[in-house]
């Protein structure tokens, strides 16, 4: 039996639960229960504690560019989140949202009204994440709870996407990383039309539909279905363009998993469980790179969308891709680690090339030597992964 066909029987066998069915609308009074049905995992990985609480790797660059004060940070904070489009956690900001959520503002470790203290302690968890300091951001905001947790767990995806050194590592990071999301979004169950909280709503999904991408884009077929990832991140990612139609990393969230699934399981069974359109890998990532053209994660996912889909036929575009995100300037430490893996990922790609194999086979052995060798292949201080 070919691997082609075992996929095809389990797309049929599971096709009931994958469709991505977008959710309704439901009034304000059910937001915990759709807050829950939103962030609900079939079979999420046990967490292991021994791997959770290992030492972290510390990151390859200088900070002392990437350190800024509170006062730059709340100055260049719209240019900082041109991507992300988080909203700043001012005072007022914080204030709102722990009145609205009060299982928010208990989880605080400091339960009192000064607002001013509340949004410097949520500030010096960014600060702490702008310079690299992903372990300590990671760390204090965990500490400090409420929405100091948000940039807590931004610190933690980015760090078992980028430095964590094995693959299991990153896949258990991430798994607590979607549980922590889970929670928070419990917490602050926010729903479509809320025009006040729609930053809020775009923020949670965001964060919980990229650390499910990438647990499960080298998942095996099997696992990515009884796991229920293709509809978690599918879904994560329509809400969040029904709320913000233009929003540059839900469309390219949106367009790179759609490529995963086209990748693994190909064009035809891609369409059937998940709607999966070929056309996504250039039209919504081309939207994306308009709106955000010197962002280096936009430029290289655009690139592995390209070989994901069109495989050999793309490679040269998918080339340039990595060319231009591996030129980017990086304002902080999260887009000096994207630029880092465009650098990798681009090696990959043109030692790929040089060797004439096709690209099917060359995806094939990058995932057979990850699980293997137990390597975490994003990670930007290892080696890349070259063939002859």
């Given at each position: 039996?070919?691997?082609?066909?075992?996929?095809?029987?389990?797309?049929?066998?599971?096709?009931?639960?994958c469709?991505?069915?977008?959710?309704?609308?439901?009034?304000?009074?059910?937001?915990?229960?759709?807050?829950?049905?939103?962030?609900?995992?079939?079979?999420?990985?046990p967490?292991?504690e021994?791997?959770?609480?290992?030492?972290?790797?510390?990151?390859?660059?200088?900070?002392?560019?990437?350190?800024?004060?509170?006062?730059?940070i709340?100055?260049?904070?719209?240019?900082?989140?041109?991507?992300?489009?988080?909203?700043?956690?001012?005072?007022?900001?914080?204030?709102?949202?722990?009145?609205?959520?009060?299982?928010?503002?208990?989880?605080?470790?400091?339960?009192?009204?000064?607002?001013?203290?509340?949004?410097?302690?949520?500030?010096?968890?960014?600060?702490?994440?702008?310079?690299?300091?992903?372990?300590?951001?990671?760390?204090?905001?965990?500490?400090?709870?409420?929405?100091?947790?948000?940039?807590?767990?931004?610190?933690?995806?980015?760090?078992?996407?980028?430095?964590?050194?094995?693959?299991?590592?990153?896949?258990?990071?991430?798994?607590?990383?979607?549980?922590?999301?889970?929670?928070?979004?419990?917490?602050?169950?926010?729903?479509?039309?809320?025009?006040?909280?729609?930053?809020?709503?775009?923020?949670?999904?965001?964060?919980?539909?990229?650390?499910?991408?990438?647990?499960?884009e080298?998942?095996?077929?099997?696992?990515?279905?009884?796991?229920?990832?293709?509809?978690?991140?599918?879904?994560?990612?329509?809400e969040?363009?029904?709320?913000?139609?233009?929003h540059?990393?839900?469309?390219?969230?949106?367009?790179?998993?759609?490529?995963?699934?086209?990748?693994?399981?190909?064009?035809a069974?891609?369409?059937?469980?998940?709607?999966?359109?070929?056309?996504?890998?250039?039209?919504?990532?081309?939207?994306?790179?308009?709106?955000?053209?010197?962002?280096?994660?936009?430029?290289?996912?655009?690139?592995?969308?390209?070989?994901?889909?069109?495989?050999?036929?793309?490679?040269?575009?998918a080339?340039?891709?990595?060319?231009?995100?591996?030129?980017?300037?990086?304002?902080?430490?999260?887009?000096w680690?994207?630029?880092?893996?465009?650098?990798?990922?681009?090696?990959?790609?043109?030692?790929?090339?040089?060797?004439?194999?096709?690209?099917?086979?060359?995806?094939?052995?990058?995932?057979?030597?990850?699980?293997?060798?137990?390597?975490?292949?994003?990670?930007?201080?290892?080696?890349?992964?070259?063939v002859?």
């Amino acid at each position: 039996m070919t691997i082609r066909n075992l996929a095809w029987m389990l797309v049929l066998a599971v096709l009931p639960v994958c469709l991505p069915l977008p959710l309704e609308a439901a009034p304000l009074d059910q937001a915990y229960d759709r807050a829950k049905a939103t962030f609900a995992q079939r079979s999420p990985l046990p967490l292991d504690e021994a791997v959770l609480d290992a030492p972290w790797v510390a990151v390859p660059f200088d900070q002392a560019p990437f350190t800024y004060t509170f006062e730059e940070i709340a100055a260049n904070w719209s240019r900082f989140m041109r991507g992300l489009q988080l909203p700043f956690p001012s005072p007022e900001y914080l204030q709102s949202r722990y009145q609205r959520f009060p299982a928010l503002f208990r989880d605080l470790r400091y339960q009192d009204d000064d607002w001013e203290q509340h949004s410097r302690n949520v500030l010096e968890v960014w600060q702490a994440f702008f310079r690299g300091d992903l372990r300590h951001a990671r760390d204090l905001g965990n500490r400090y709870g409420g929405y100091a947790r948000v940039p807590a767990m931004v610190s933690q995806i980015i760090y078992a996407t980028y430095l964590a050194p094995t693959q299991t590592q990153k896949q258990q990071l991430l798994q607590q990383s979607i549980n922590d999301m889970a929670w928070f979004g419990e917490n602050a169950p926010v729903l479509p039309g809320d025009e006040l909280l729609e930053d809020d709503y775009c923020m949670v999904r965001l964060g919980f539909g990229y650390a499910v991408a990438r647990l499960a884009e080298d998942e095996s077929v099997p696992a990515m279905l009884q796991r229920n990832y293709g509809p978690m991140v599918i879904n994560a990612a329509t809400e969040m363009l029904g709320v913000e139609p233009q929003h540059p990393l839900a469309l390219s969230l949106y367009a790179a998993f759609e490529a995963n699934v086209l990748r693994r399981v190909g064009k035809a069974a891609g369409r059937l469980t998940f709607e999966a359109d070929s056309r996504d890998a250039t039209e919504l990532f081309e939207t994306s790179v308009n709106k955000v053209p010197d962002l280096a994660i936009v430029r290289y996912e655009y690139a592995n969308s390209l070989l994901y889909t069109f495989r050999d036929e793309q490679a040269q575009q998918a080339i340039a891709q990595l060319m231009l995100a591996a030129q980017l300037p990086a304002e902080y430490s999260m887009e000096w680690l994207d630029r880092a893996y465009a650098r990798k990922r681009l090696k990959e790609v043109q030692a790929w090339v040089d060797s004439g194999m096709s690209f099917a086979r060359f995806d094939r052995k990058r995932r057979k030597f990850m699980n293997r060798a137990d390597r975490n292949l994003y990670a930007v201080n290892q080696a890349p992964f070259l063939v002859n």
